[in-house]
Nanobody, 118 residues
Framework: QLQLVESGGGEVQPGGSLRLSCVAS????????IGWFRQAPGSGREGVAC????????TYADSVKGRFTVSRDNAANTVYLQMNSLEPEDTAIYYC???????????WGQGTQVTVSS
């Protein structure tokens, strides 16, 4: 069974940057497509970015295009979300999500808090 652990969250000022990491254990990650989701207070969970199993394809929510970059290192069983030019509207708990490409089994991490405030 896959376990996902996010890290790298914190508090930054508007315009700042953070790099989130999602480390997988229990299975190798290259059988999974990976997504980053976020949930702000009082809002539903929304998709932010996703990346294919080999990292050759990625998509982004319109709200983060040009500011966020998703990447993965399958050898390290880790996925990253580089977040630049952060805005107060990016404040949320960020979750790592994995779905197996064959079985469609889904896993979620526990989340990491990102706060953008002056």
């Amino acid at each position: 069974q896959l376990q996902l652990v996010e890290s790298g969250g914190g508090e930054v000022q508007p315009g700042g940057s953070l790099r989130l990491s999602c480390v997988a254990s229990g299975e190798i990650l290259d059988g999974y497509g990976i997504g980053w989701f976020r949930q702000a207070p009082g809002s539903g969970r929304e998709g932010v970015a996703c990346i294919s199993r080999r990292g050759d394809s990625s998509t982004y929510a319109d709200s983060v295009k040009g500011r966020f970059t998703v990447s993965r290192d399958n050898a390290a069983n880790t996925v990253y979300l580089q977040m630049n030019s952060l805005e107060p509207e990016d404040t949320a708990i960020y979750y790592c999500y994995a779905r197996h490409i064959l079985t469609m089994t889904e896993y979620w991490g526990q989340g990491t808090q990102v706060t953008v405030s002056s």
